[in-house]
């Protein structure tokens, strides 16, 4: 079992940066496989990128590579999201989640999930 609580949300202007972070609770974060995701109003939540539970695999989305760095300290059970070049389409509610197994880009293979933090990007 693992809580999961996302902070570092706001608002910023197109072209900024925020990082958002994940903080679980649980002795075993480190054999967790992590995930973000987000959901804009309307629309199903999509995945955004996912970290292995070493850190040392990752993977994206296509429309945030290159802008989005995930990463992690097991120390400190915390993921996190660092978000460059923000862009008014990332405006959503941005979510971390926790799985066993692999890397997975699918919402229903996520077991456990944060209650979401609000990233709004203006022009």
């Known amino acids: 079992q693992v809580h999961l609580v996302e902070s570092g949300g706001g608002l910023v202007q197109a072209g900024g940066s925020l990082r958002l972070s994940c903080a679980a609770s649980?002795?075993?974060?480190?054999?967790?496989?992590m995930g973000w995701f987000r959901q804009a109003p309307g629309k199903e939540r999509e995945f955004v990128a996912a970290i292995s539970w070493s850190g040392g695999s990752t993977d994206y989305a296509d429309f945030v590579k290159g802008r989005f760095t995930i990463s992690r300290e097991n120390a400190k059970n915390t993921v996190y999201l660092q978000m460059n070049n923000l862009k008014r389409e990332d405006t959503a509610v941005y979510y971390c989640?926790?799985?066993?197994?692999?890397?997975?880009?699918?919402?229903?293979?996520?077991?456990?999930w944060g209650q979401g933090t609000q990233v709004t990007v203006s022009s």
């Open positions: 649980g002795r075993t974060f480190s054999r967790y496989r």
């Open positions: 989640a926790a799985r066993y197994g692999s890397v997975s880009y699918y919402v229903a293979e996520y077991a456990y």
